[in-house]
């Protein structure tokens, strides 16, 4: 089936370390988003990719950098992860060409110490 | 830049009570309203979605109102079952650009 992909599922590390997460897409989309989760503040976008030389900062982008490597892969990194990075992340894909519709990943749980 | 705000934060209903989420927009420009669900320790996904020149739309238990001039928006979920028990988000923007989300309502439906 054609589905948004995150590696890690869930990551522990610590103050100081640099972190990548990982998005991959089958769904042929040639947009693509990273947001973070946190309880009362709602999805907030981090950084957003409409094709593979777009790149684009969200709201929060402060502390995060992303990589767009191809069409189906988008990485967001935290140069120097920082404890109220912890959060849920999510990447979605989308494709204006057919709907509106955001398509999103499982999730990553990241957890810094 | 777009703002959205939603309300409740948390709602409790019986089952087979009708429950109502609403949320208000900043930019008149913003067109485009989805709504999204995510279940416990799932991934948000949408569940109905209203463009500007609707005023409702429906999908069997569920629909959505759009008043323009106020700049609001609700989800009405009729008839709730325990399985509507999720987070429901709502969003806006622009036709085909970057999405706005709400902060989430948690909706608790009571067997």
């Known amino acids: 089936d054609a589905d948004v992909t995150q590696t890690p599922r869930n990551r522990i590390t610590k103050t100081g370390k640099r972190i990548m997460l990982e998005c991959s897409q089958t769904k042929g989309h040639d947009r693509m988003y990273w947001y973070r989760q946190d309880p009362g503040l709602g999805l907030r976008l981090i950084y957003y990719?409409?094709?593979?030389?777009?790149?684009n900062k969200g709201e929060i982008s402060d502390g995060y950098s992303v990589s767009r490597q191809a069409q189906a892969k988008f990485s967001l990194s935290l140069e120097s992860a920082i404890p109220n990075q912890t959060a849920l992340y999510f990447c979605a894909t989308s494709d204006p060409r057919e709907e509106e519709t955001q398509y999103f990943g499982p999730g990553t749980r990241l957890l810094v110490l | 830049g777009e703002n959205v705000e939603q309300h409740p934060s948390t709602l409790s209903v019986q089952e087979g009570d009708s429950a109502v989420i609403k949320c208000t927009y900043s930019d008149s420009a913003s067109n485009y309203f989805p709504w999204y669900k995510q279940e416990l320790g799932k991934r948000p996904q949408l569940i109905i979605d209203i463009r500007s020149n609707v005023g409702e739309k429906k999908d069997q238990r569920i629909a959505v109102t759009l008043n323009k001039t106020a700049k609001h928006f609700s989800l009405h979920i009729t008839e709730t079952q325990p399985e509507d028990s999720a987070v429901y988000f709502c969003a806006a923007s622009k036709s085909f650009q970057k999405l706005v989300f709400g902060t989430g309502t948690r909706l608790l439906v009571s067997p």
């Open positions: 990719s409409f094709d593979v030389k777009d790149i």
